[in-house]
Structure formats: structure tokens, C-alpha cells
């Protein structure tokens, strides 16, 4: 079971940047995938979900019309579209396979059964 995520870069406020998350060896369908972020001496906060077909999302309201998240079943890839980067945003980013099938019970539940490595998001001011 392994989750890839990649992207992660050092950006100027205001700037874009798009991570990639790449799922092998576990199932992909059928359930919800999210992303989450950890911020030097803080906890793993949740930043958004999308269920495995694509077609419900939900976010975090600190990234919620900045922050898009989508799915390619085909490649087994989660990705965030990331815009209008700010200060707060830096963090290590995660992508995790939650063990629910709906992105908002996803975010409720907090239950993630496989998580990536993590990538370094650096965004300057």
C-alpha cells in the first residue's frame, strides 16, 4: 500500500502550485481521498476531500476558493490545484485514502487508513 505525493516547492504569496498524490497497491475506488497539511509545532489539519468518482467535494474553510481538489481514476492520482498561496499556507501536505466513501463523512470522521510521505509546501511573503 503506498501513496506518492509530489509538488511540494517553494512559491511567493500569491503564487499556484499543483501536488500530486499517485495510489499503488491499494484499492483506489470506492473510497474518499483527502489531503491534509501539518504546520511546523502543529497538529495534521484537514484541507479537503473528494470521493472517488469526482463528483462531491468538501474543504476546509481556510482554503475554500483557493484550494481545488480533483481525481483521476484512470491514474489512480489525487491532485490540489493550489491558488492564491499565503504565509499560513506552508506546511507538509498529505494525502490519505479515508476508509469512507463520502468526502463530507470524511472530513467528520477524520478516518484515514493509508497515508503518503508528505510534501514541503513553502510559501513566502
Known amino acids: 500500500v503506498q501513496l506518492q505525493a509530489s509538488g511540494g516547492g517553494l512559491v511567493r504569496a500569491g503564487g499556484s502550485l499543483r501536488l500530486s498524490c499517485v495510489a499503488s497497491g491499494l484499492t483506489f475506488s470506492s473510497y474518499a481521498m483527502t489531503w491534509y497539511r501539518q504546520a511546523p509545532g502543529k497538529d495534521r489539519d484537514f484541507v479537503a476531500a473528494?470521493?472517488?468518482?469526482?463528483?462531491?467535494?468538501y474543504y476546509a474553510d481556510s482554503v475554500k476558493d483557493r484550494f481545488t481538489i480533483s481525481v483521476d481514476n484512470a491514474k489512480k492520482t489525487v491532485y490540489l490545484q493550489m491558488e492564491n498561496l499565503k504565509p499560513e499556507d506552508t506546511a507538509v501536505y498529505y494525502c490519505?485514502?479515508?476508509?469512507?466513501?463520502?468526502?463530507?463523512?470524511?472530513?467528520?470522521?477524520?478516518?484515514?487508513?493509508?497515508w503518503g510521505q508528505g510534501t514541503l509546501v513553502t510559501v513566502s511573503s
Open positions: 490519505g485514502r479515508s476508509s469512507k466513501k463520502s468526502a463530507v463523512i470524511a472530513y467528520y470522521s477524520g478516518a484515514v487508513d493509508a
Open positions: 473528494i470521493d472517488w468518482s469526482g463528483s462531491s467535494t
